[in-house]
């Protein structure tokens, strides 16, 4: 964290107004849809809010609740809700109580390897303030200043019945359409970019390239580009963000003796 | 695949055992959250009738969780140890230990067996407990506070006495004190609430001391004490102790021995080092003000105190032959010894204080001469003259005020020892000429013969509990709810004291009006009867014009908050303007000091001093 | 509780060796740094203390100086022997033991991580566990984790609807 | 000027001739001005720090007098007197079985206020005397209103007197 | 922004090794943990552990906290086995403190430890048979550890964090009845182990999977720092309750269950044996606690102002994992001066696993890391 970006950033606003100035085609927000476009969203919610799949990835100490939640004490398989072992394939990315440094660089690849729509829960007060570890160097403090976060749940960590009751009212978010958390990604993407620099140095990257996506899925918006994205584009183009990525394959043989 | 070992060559039916698995309960619990146990850590519960807002959970919160919330409509009274603020809790941080509701002084704060709180908003995770829960829904309440799990040390340390049988007969000091082993155990106890310093009259720096003497420095604890108390050996041991009222452990314990602990600081330190720490800033330099000051109580050497450590010039005027007024004067010594008054004391005299005794006001000396010798004057001649009944026959030589006794005692002038005694009034005078009498009587007759009566009835007596409890240990007996009647005399001798039977004191709304029972009527026998109801001051030594020119007010002068009367160059404070025990006199004492420290110094626009 | 006669042979071959009990089946021996190896060779080879429980690292700012402890453990005495020993701050700089015990190689490098003391002739110094942390080894007494994370982090500034009333009557949260 | 103290034995013989409720209120009227003259004459004499007191004393007894020539200036006497009489008072001795002293030259705090509250009590003594001995009606209910009035004033001063000689005017 | 190039396979240098990340994202890891192995076709040939996932700083920030304080951060340390760590701790404490533990909390403690103990091999019953693909076990097990989690919560207000053990004791007395309930459940623990045998002590491709993965000889296991039932498992019959006694183990009698194999099936069998010794413990402990009255805690001092006497001291434990270690430092003030953690994975996940997996295959990763049972709190902390 050597040369750290500017301290603090205001966040722009949520609500971008459709048809935003960047390119691409504009956000479909609900009132201009098609009726039958609306339809197919709405089938579409229903039936993704019935199967949704929890990526398998004990991120903190809360993980332990997972294995009761989703075995048969708890089960949650009664609303569709399994764990799956890839990111592709995935679509809550639960993250169970404090996150290290280390854990929240994979934490930030898994998510942004996950396909949209997709939801993050935060699991317990380590990921609202900081939690037990407020004062540790090594933990982060605020999840939602990494990635958009849908729910929090309260606890330390959360039993498995209150983990019951946020994927339940996730189910009710997502079949409501309120459940868009994951967008914010993309139109604010320079101040998660941000807070990501100001730990990781204004050298850390991601193989994805989320500002493409952005404007693929047309939620460009003000916010998406800004000074952190510079920083990084600055720091030269794909090729060296690759060479540079967290793990060069060549880090193992390094070390092997003949 | 290596040939199985044919033990675990099941047979073809094995897979039917799993048919049992048919009849079986489901493992799977209904997607309804259940019931917490009964000990359950959920969210948090606060009674805000018990929580005095003592912020000792902020303390212990090993994640920084809990703020105090400032809350102007809740109730706040000093004095009881009450603030009105309540704990606000950071469900962003909290770890669900309970450590904040095992160390809760009060018991107040509890923990629920709700577990469940979903929300988007992170604001929502910011809670002010109450009794309805975080969600308002009254779940029942789960972990509390038991006996075992208490974290606070409620019981005091023992203060080593003298049984009743070795004091009963002599003057010797009744409390030993602590050695410091046992006052580092009771400053342990001490949970720096500072609910102590906002009772105590002169705001003393109790949580400090405490934390020094603690930490076995006592030398800092003594200079935390001198920070605003010249008398630590006095108040150790004869203070009311308004703060161990005010103390948050007393919620539910004893409270925090502060007044003892006062003494054991000042008592492990050497005089010389006591000194040499009280006057660590006195001033270098004189300033050339003179100040005198009439009377040398507790008020008028507080401020002669910090004066002189200012840099002015203090003469203390003193009518009677040793400094200490009432301090000397009115307590008995086995509970204040004078020596113990004198260190204090000679602490003041190091300051360059000078003490000039038996000298009168208006009768060695007069106010024109103080007015002419000095830039201010100071009056804390406090009230040392008894108040009478003025029942009939009061006037009999026999029937004498408690603190002209007291006096005598102290200054070892003789006087007939009566037989048996009678004493009229409730109060801690009360009860010191009562016990010292009893003392007196012992050496003299051997055996005691005082009766204390007492408007009172036993439980809303005036007294401190001590003293009534030590007083019965040594023979002086106690009758409540008497108001005297008359005094009666045959010839020219006293037989002794008729009273009746006092229904009760105060009226609904706490005011005093008393009601008799006329016919209810006791004849007390006794040579001598002692009136301790009450002590006024005399104020003639002021002179007429003096006496016109000042503003009174119900009776006595009248001050400003700081002590200064209407004529400029007069102060006045202790007993004479405000009471009514030792740490209040001295509190007046420094509000007086910096007044005429401000005045001296001309920061307040000079109004024409003389 | 006083020290088997076994051990004490052993201690006294060894020059600027203290011993004293520390409790039950607990012996502590403060040896010079340069001694060390040669009493954990003695140890496991006479006395059967093969077992390294643990090498920890305490850091002595006041003094400037690490101490490292080798908690040795003996199935046949049943005894734990902790062989205190003091080495210099800076450049603290120690020799390692993993060709005695396998096992200190995880602790010199944990220890190494944490508190910056390089063990010569250790298998690996790299990082193991702060591969992502670019400060001060953290756990020396010198690095303040509570001023770093003030720096580093925001806290939430919580606005809910009770404080906000609450303000308007003139209450607050108090600093 | 009455020799103060023995006014009060003619009084009772003079309201025991006068029938009609003006009169009545006249002569208490009258009592009560020369209280007020006699604390007023009174405050000259003693020295400034009584002299609030005793002021305040005059004052209470000029207050009383307006109270009672108010009440008799209501041409409905009776009417205003029902609704008067319903309070509730009861009667409460002294704290310290007050005697009237006698005043002398330079009367101290403690003797004036013992003064005030023997005369106050004896002012009630002597209304509710009255009221006992007169039938029942408006004559009655005036005397009882009135013992009612001086006993209020007499646990005002009681609590002047506990702060000042018993708690030392803390 | 242009897309990103990938760099033409052909310009790599030929080889017929590759390196793969195991974990930190993969379920047959334990916990946040991974494993960077290079393969040469489907057997590894060289293994490299990289932890700190899961590195709080444990030991940093508990010298920021009083005594008291640390009761609540201790339990954290290693989620699925959280007593031993509290037990060690408040040992540590009590031993430089020179503090009595009543009789009763004692016993209250072993009751604790050997519930903890019959949870996390249940746990890891479970975890095992899963990395193997048979993931009934895996339900079997953590519902009938669910229902021990329910006594946890009934005992000590909460199901995994108990925060219940403390300096000089125990934090509370126990409930009525829940000592019976305990017993209700060891009974219904005992009808159910024949069923776990069934599926899968006794099963046939388990017992074809496990004899042979992740074989270690006993000199090996003592040179290496192994201990607990991965060292049981080789044979060596050391166990920290019977070589350092502490509490009331003395009093407690239960046999040590060794196996020759030392391979991944020996250290099920180990564990399997453990919990059949860990329930005739609870129910030695369940009686001992009928009789045994009195306080459940000593006197202690106001936390807030309690200073240690200076001075260290090291607790050893017997955790489900292995032999946990607690060495505190005071230095007569109110916070701990230092306090080092020697987790038992400290040695199993790091150092062995990377023996272990050399010329082991690639499906048999998972279940050598699960089988030494290495939890990876333990070993970043």
Not at chain 3, 12 to 32: F, K, S, T, Y
Not at chain 5, 106 to 133: D, K, P, Y
């Amino acid at each position: 964290m050597t040369d750290k970006p500017l301290k603090s950033h205001v966040r722009p606003p949520q609500d971008t107004m459709p048809g935003g100035a960047g390119q691409g085609c504009p956000a479909p927000d609900a009132q201009t849809r098609s009726i039958w476009r609306r339809i197919m969203d709405d089938f579409a919610d229903h039936c993704r809010a019935r199967s949704l799949f929890v990526l398998h990835y004990c991120t903190g100490c809360g993980a332990i609740e997972l294995p009761p939640t989703i075995t048969s004490r708890f089960d949650m398989e009664r609303v569709g809700i399994t764990p799956m072992v890839t990111p592709r394939q995935a679509d809550i990315l639960l993250i169970t109580g404090y996150l290290s440094l280390k854990t929240l660089k994979r934490v930030i690849l898994s998510y942004e390897q996950m396909q949209g729509p997709k939801y993050v829960l935060g699991f317990g007060s380590c990921t609202i303030n900081g939690g037990m570890y407020w004062n540790s160097y090594a933990t982060m403090k605020r999840l939602d200043q990494y990635i958009p976060t849908d729910l929090f749940i309260a606890g330390c960590m959360p039993r498995p019945e209150a983990v019951q009751q946020v994927l339940l009212k996730l189910i009710e978010d997502i079949d409501a359409g309120r459940a868009n958390a994951w967008q914010d990604y993309y139109r604010n993407y320079d101040f998660y970019l941000g807070n990501q620099q100001r730990l990781f140095g204004a050298g850390w990257n991601t193989p994805t390239d989320v500002i493409g996506e952005a404007r693929h899925y047309g939620y460009y918006g003000p916010g998406t580009e800004g000074e952190h994205t510079r920083l990084l584009a600055e720091g030269g183009g794909s090729a060296a963000r690759l060479a540079h990525a967290e793990y060069p394959s060549t880090a193992l043989t390094g070390r092997i003796k003949s | 695949m290596s040939d199985i070992a044919p033990k675990y060559k099941g047979s073809m039916l094995r897979p039917l055992k799993a048919l049992s698995f048919l009849f079986r309960e489901p493992a799977t619990l209904p997607m309804r959250p259940r019931p917490a146990a009964k000990v359950y850590r959920g969210f948090h519960l606060n009674d805000w009738e018990k929580c005095v807002g003592c912020a000792t959970c902020q303390q212990i919160c090993d994640n920084d969780a809990i703020r105090m919330v400032h809350i102007p409509a809740l109730p706040s009274d000093p004095a009881k140890g009450i603030r009105p603020r309540r704990p606000a809790i950071d469900y962003g941080r909290c770890c669900w230990c309970a450590l904040c509701v095992d160390i809760c002084p009060t018991g107040s704060l509890s923990m629920s067996r709700e577990y469940i709180h979903v929300s988007r908003d992170v604001d929502s995770y910011f809670i002010l407990p109450d009794e309805e829960g975080m969600h308002g829904v009254r779940y029942p309440q789960g972990w509390a506070k038991d006996e075992n799990a208490d974290l606070l040390d409620l019981k005091r340390q023992e203060m080593p006495e003298e049984p009743p049988q070795e004091r009963a007969d002599n003057f010797s000091e009744i409390c030993e004190g602590y050695d410091p082993q046992t006052a580092m155990l009771e400053a342990s106890r001490c949970i720096q609430c500072g609910m102590c310093h906002d009772a105590c009259p002169a705001h003393m720096h109790a949580p400090e001391y405490i934390r020094a003497i603690f930490e076995g420095d006592f030398e800092k604890s003594v200079a935390e004490i001198y920070r605003t108390n010249p008398f630590p050996q006095v108040c150790g041991r004869v203070c009311t102790h308004r703060c161990e009222t005010a103390c948050s452990i007393g919620k539910r314990g004893e409270p925090v021995a502060i007044r003892w602990l006062k003494r054991a600081a000042v008592d492990n330190v050497p005089q010389d080092r006591t000194i040499a720490i009280a006057l660590k800033d006195k001033a270098k330099t004189k300033t050339g003000k003179r100040v005198a000051i009439a009377g040398a109580g507790p008020a008028g050497l507080t401020a002669a105190f910090d004066l002189a450590k200012l840099g002015h010039e203090v003469t203390v005027y003193e009518e009677k032959p040793r400094p200490g007024g009432m301090m000397r004067y009115g307590i008995p010594e086995y509970r204040l010894p004078y020596e113990r008054i004198d260190a204090d004391i000679a602490v003041i005299e190091a300051a360059g204080v000078k003490i000039r005794c038996n000298t009168k006001l208006g009768r060695d000396v007069t106010m024109a001469q103080l007015k002419g010798q000095a830039d201010a004057v100071l009056l804390s001649t406090g009230l040392n003259k008894g108040r009478s009944t003025r029942i009939p026959g009061s006037d009999h030589p026999q029937v004498r005020a408690a603190v002209d006794l007291l006096a005598r005692i102290t200054l070892g002038e003789a006087f007939d020892i009566p037989a048996s005694a009678v004493v009229i009034g409730g109060g801690n005078v009360a009860f010191d000429i009562a016990r010292s009498l009893a003392r007196l009587q012992r050496r003299a007759f051997g055996k005691v013969e005082v009766t204390v009566l007492a408007l009172e009835e036993r439980d809303k007596m005036l007294a401190d509990e001590e003293e009534v409890i030590e007083s019965a240990q040594e023979g002086v007996k106690l009758i409540n709810g008497r108001g005297p009647k008359q005094v009666v005399i045959e010839g020219d001798a006293l037989k002794g004291l008729e009273t009746v039977k006092c229904l009760s004191i105060f009226d609904e709304q706490g005011r005093f009006h008393p009601r008799y029972d006329e016919t209810d009527v006791m004849f007390h026998p006794a040579q001598m009867v002692i009136e301790a109801i009450g002590q006024m001051s005399d104020v003639s030594f002021l002179g007429e014009d003096l006496t016109e020119q000042l503003e009174w007010s119900r009776g006595r002068i009248r001050i400003d908050e700081a002590g200064r009367t209407s004529v400029p160059w007069l102060w006045a404070a202790g007993d004479l303007v405000k009471g009514p025990d030792v740490i209040s006199a001295i509190a007046t004492g420094h509000a007086a000091a910096a007044s005429i420290h401000a005045a001296l110094m001309g920061e307040t626009e000079a109004r024409e001093a003389k | 509780m006083s020290i088997p006669a076994r051990l004490n042979e052993v201690l006294n071959e060894l020059p600027a060796i203290q011993a004293r009990p520390a409790g039950a089946r607990r012996v502590r021996v403060d040896v010079a740094p340069q001694g060390l190896p040669a009493l954990l060779e003695l140890l496991k080879g006479r006395l059967g203390f093969i077992h390294l429980s643990a090498i920890s690292c305490v850091d002595w700012i006041e003094d400037g100086q690490f101490e490292l402890v080798y908690h040795v453990w003996s199935h046949e005495m049943k005894l734990l022997v902790s062989c205190h020993v003091r080495i210099a701050r800076e450049p603290g700089v120690y020799v390692s033991v993993h060709d005695i015990h396998e096992p200190a190689g995880f602790f010199e490098r944990d220890i190494h991580e944490m508190f910056g003391v390089h063990f010569d002739g250790a298998p690996s110094m790299e990082k193991f566990i702060l591969t992502s942390w670019e400060g001060p080894p953290p756990m020396r007494k010198d690095f303040n984790t509570r001023k770093h994370v003030e720096e580093t982090f925001e806290w939430v500034d919580y606005r809910p609807d009770w404080l906000k009333d609450i303000e308007r009557k003139g209450g607050g949260i108090e600093s | 000027m009455p020799r103060h103290g023995e006014g009060h034995e003619s009084a009772h013989d003079k309201l025991k001739r006068a029938q009609t409720l003006e009169e009545i209120l006249e002569t208490a009227l009258g009592f009560e001005a020369t209280a007020r003259d006699f604390y007023a004459e009174l405050a000259g004499r003693v020295s400034k720090p009584l002299r609030e007191l005793v002021e305040e004393l005059a004052e209470e007894e000029k207050e009383h007098y307006r109270l009672f020539s108010e009440l008799k200036a209501n041409p409905d006497i009776a009417g205003a007197l029902k609704e008067l009489v319903e309070r509730p008072a009861e009667d409460h001795r002294f704290s310290d079985f007050i005697q009237k002293p006698d005043l002398g030259e330079a009367p101290d705090d403690q003797a004036i206020l013992q003064y005030a509250l023997a005369r106050e009590d004896a002012a009630a003594k002597q209304y509710a005397a009255l009221a006992q001995s007169t039938p029942e009606g408006p004559v009655r209910d005036l005397f009882t209103h009135l013992a009612k009035e001086e006993l209020a004033h007499k646990a005002e001063l009681e609590k002047r007197y506990y702060e000042i000689v018993h708690s030392g005017g803390v | 922004m242009t897309t990103p190039q990938v760099p033409d396979p052909a310009t790599l240098a030929p080889s017929e090794e590759y390196d793969l990340y195991f974990g930190p994202n993969h379920p047959g890891i334990e916990g946040n943990y991974s494993v960077r192995v290079r393969l040469k076709g489907d057997v590894i040939c060289q293994a490299v552990a990289d932890g700190g996932y899961l590195h709080r700083g444990f030991e940093k920030i508990m010298e920021d906290r009083l005594w008291v304080q640390n009761i609540a951060l201790v339990p954290r340390i290693c989620v699925p086995d959280p007593v031993p760590m509290e037990e060690s701790y408040a040992r540590a404490v009590e031993m430089i403190g020179g503090l009595e533990v009543p009789l009763r909390a004692q016993w209250i403690r072993v009751l604790m430890l050997e519930l903890s103990r019959i949870c996390a091999h249940l746990f890891t019953f479970g975890g095992n048979a899963a990395t193997i693909g048979l993931y009934t076990n895996m339900f079997w097990g953590v519902t009938m550890r669910d229902l021990f989690l329910d006594i946890f919560e009934e005992i000590t207000g909460a199901r995994i964090y108990h925060i219940y053990i403390t300096p000089g004791g125990v934090r509370r007395d126990l409930p009525e009845g829940v000592l019976e309930r305990i017993e209700a459940l060891l009974v219904e623990l005992e009808e159910r182990m024949p069923q776990f045998e069934d599926l899968f002590f006794n099963n046939a491709v388990v017992i074809d999977r496990a004899t042979g993965t992740g074989r270690m000889s006993a000199e090996e296991a003592l040179a290496w720092g192994v201990t607990g039932p991965n060292l049981r498992a080789t044979g060596v019959a050391s166990d920290v309750r019977r070589d350092d006694p502490y509490l009331v183990y003395p009093q407690v009698d239960f046999d040590i269950v060794t196996e020759t194999g030392g391979d991944a099936l020996a250290r099920m069998m180990v564990r399997k044996g453990e919990v059949v010794q860990a329930v005739k413990i609870v129910r030695q402990a369940i009686a001992a606690l009928r009789k045994v009255g009195g306080p459940v805690r000593c006197e202690l001092p106001n936390p807030l102002a309690w200073d240690l006497p200076a001075g260290d001291a090291y607790a050893r434990t017997e955790s489900s994992k292995g032999e946990l270690g607690f060495y505190i430092v005071s230095n007569g003030g109110p916070r701990p001066y230092r306090v080092h953690v020697r987790g038992a994975s400290s040695m199993h996940a790091v150092q062995v696993l990377e023996k272990l997996l050399v010329g082991s295959r690639i499906e048999d990763v998972a279940q050598i890391m699960f089988s030494l049972d290495a939890c990876p709190p333990e070993v970043d902390r």
